[in-house]
């Protein structure tokens, strides 16, 4: 994978190159970025760049990648320069492919064959092709990817234990070994069988962890690494990669990238229920729920129900979408700045306004939060009725009015 085949993240990509050149490599970096964000692929193209770099020979004995030496000379200041560099190697395609022989992956996973420890080198066929065809997705995608159904993957001590032995030996072809390590969270205490290796790496050696929660890593792990902090996506680069990667239109592309919060996956989650209209059942639901009209509300609570999970998270975010818009419309308008919400679409816009009319910013503030808390339980496989039905009623005594939203 290259630095272009990374959506955004100009500036991380250049202080990664800028980092190499300088010699200011640590030997453990620590790539923490929340889902979507392009994380795992930005490890990959530095992984691979990091490969296609020569042995620094022709220095002192301990000159080496990671600042206690002069670094080698001419080498790329630009991301598009790294590209140009590792596509001009022997070994890129290897890398392209994920066989490179001294890059190594370390992620989740579950037991494979009765008896045997689970060991990430059995699921490294299925890691290319996920790879390949998800490099956005999460750990839930993974999972599913490979047909762990409810059980929960591990990067057990065994897994620890070929790290050590992998990186223990020779390189083969690069002048560095690395190993990218996806979702430290999933590391027990036997992770600390990795300090000794991450404190006292063999020479030429990078560590490369990708994260999404800091609080969840050990903290032994974590205070050994160099962070490298992995923004959210401009909404722009989200909507730009929608257009050229699927050939969304651009207007669809604009407003899906603004719901999605800079995470690209969620952005293409949206993007497959992009013809589904939400407005009509969230305007019935909430005019049942602020009227109180039970047998309207239940009708609507089992049509939310029936929605499956997927669709049901898309329609609290698209409900989230609406209740930030409407703050955004208040504060504008009342900045005399109302023109500036201008292009987006007319319907959303009236939304948002009537919401202003049933609900204080207030009102508005504690609704997001329980659409927040839905949206977490609905991820973790909640009854939906009974989840909706809760909702229902904390709205109604949220808003406490006969406010009605017409669209």
Not at 370 to 397: C, G, P, Q, V
Request: some cysteine; aromatic content about 8%; glycine content about 6%.
């Amino acid at each position: 994978m290259l630095f272009s085949d990374v959506i955004g993240q100009q500036e991380v990509k250049g202080h990664l190159v800028e980092m190499v050149q300088h010699n200011r490599l640590s030997h453990a970096l620590l790539f923490l970025g929340k889902e979507g964000s392009g994380a795992l692929p930005l490890a990959l193209a530095f992984a691979q760049y990091i490969s296609s770099l020569p042995q620094q020979k022709g220095h002192s004995a301990e000159a080496s990648l990671f600042g206690e030496a002069t670094p080698p000379p001419a080498l790329p200041s630009t991301p598009d320069e790294a590209d140009s560099w590792t596509s001009q190697q022997s070994s890129f395609s290897k890398g392209q492919q994920m066989v490179h022989p001294d890059i190594h992956y370390a992620y989740p996973v579950i037991t494979k064959k009765a008896g045997t420890p689970p060991l990430s080198t059995d699921y490294i066929t299925e890691w290319r092709e996920f790879v390949q065809q998800y490099p956005y997705g999460n750990v839930y995608d993974w999972l599913q990817f490979i047909n762990a159904e409810n059980k929960q993957g591990n990067i057990t001590a065994a897994e620890c234990n070929d790290i050590i032995r992998k990186l223990n030996l020779k390189s083969f072809e690069s002048g560095y070994k690395v190993l990218v390590l996806w979702m430290p969270e999933y590391l027990g205490k036997e992770g600390n069988k990795l300090l000794k290796l991450i404190e006292e790496p063999p020479a030429d050696t990078l560590f490369i962890l990708v994260a999404e929660s800091e609080s969840a890593i050990l903290s032994t792990i974590l205070s050994r690494c160099q962070l490298v902090k992995v923004p959210a996506l401009n909404p722009a680069d989200v909507a730009a990669a929608l257009q050229r990667r699927n050939g969304t239109p651009a207007d669809a592309a604009q407003r899906i990238a603004g719901l999605s919060e800079g995470n690209y996956r969620e952005a293409l989650h949206l993007l497959q229920h992009a013809d589904e209209d939400f407005s009509a059942l969230l305007r019935d639901w909430l005019n049942a729920t602020v009227k109180y009209q039970p047998q309207a509300q239940l009708k609507c609570i089992d049509d939310l129900a029936r929605m499956g999970r997927e669709n049901g998270k898309q329609f609290l975010r698209f409900f989230q979408h609406l209740l930030e818009l409407a703050l955004r419309l208040k504060v504008l308008e009342e900045a005399g700045m109302g023109h500036h919400l201008q292009g987006l679409p007319q319907n959303e816009l009236d939304f948002a306004q009537r919401l202003n009319k049933i609900c204080t910013v207030e009102q508005q503030g504690e609704i997001s939060r329980e659409l927040d808390d839905a949206a977490y339980y609905i991820e973790r496989n909640a009854n939906a009725k009974m989840l909706f039905h809760a909702l229902t009623i904390k709205l109604f005594y949220i808003i406490r009015n006969n406010a009605v939203v017409e669209i």
